[in-house]
Nanobody
Framework: QVQLVESGGRLVQAGASLRLSCVAS????????MGWFRQAPGKEREFVAA???????TYYADSVQGRFTISRDAQSTVNLQMNSLKPEDTAVYYC????????????????????WGQGTQVTVSS
């Protein structure tokens, strides 16, 4: 099991940028595909972005394509750069980790993730 801690969320105005980070402890992320998800009040957790173990493959939800970028370092951190934020991006953002032996697979279904952080709140005002 890997422990994940997200940070970087805060209140911003529409059009601003934020960078979220997810840092792992307990073990490194070298054997994990990673993903970012978000959950707004009264809604289900939805996929935002995913990255494979070797960083060569990424995938984004249509709603964030071209505005958000997921990246990771070799060991313990996954980032989500969010540009041109909109009020509809307001949610609690969670990072998830999925143990996998494949290096090029990413996962978009939250049920496929084994470990989660506690989330970080992003609020975008209009």
């Amino acid at each position: 099991q890997v422990q994940l801690v997200e940070s970087g969320g805060r209140l911003v105005q529409a059009g601003a940028s934020l960078r979220l980070s997810c840092v792992a402890s307990g073990r490194t992320l070298t054997m994990y595909a990673m993903g970012w998800f978000r959950q707004a009040p009264g809604k289900e957790r939805e996929f935002v972005a995913a990255i494979s173990r070797n960083s060569l493959r990424t995938y984004y939800a249509d709603s964030v394509q071209g505005r958000f970028t997921i990246s990771r370092d070799a060991q313990s951190t996954v980032n989500l750069q969010m540009n041109s934020l909109k009020p509809e991006d307001t949610a609690v953002y969670y990072c998830g980790a999925r143990f996998t032996y494949t290096t090029t697979t990413y996962y978009t279904n939250p049920s496929g993730y084994n470990d989660w952080g506690q989330g970080t709140q992003v609020t975008v005002s209009s």
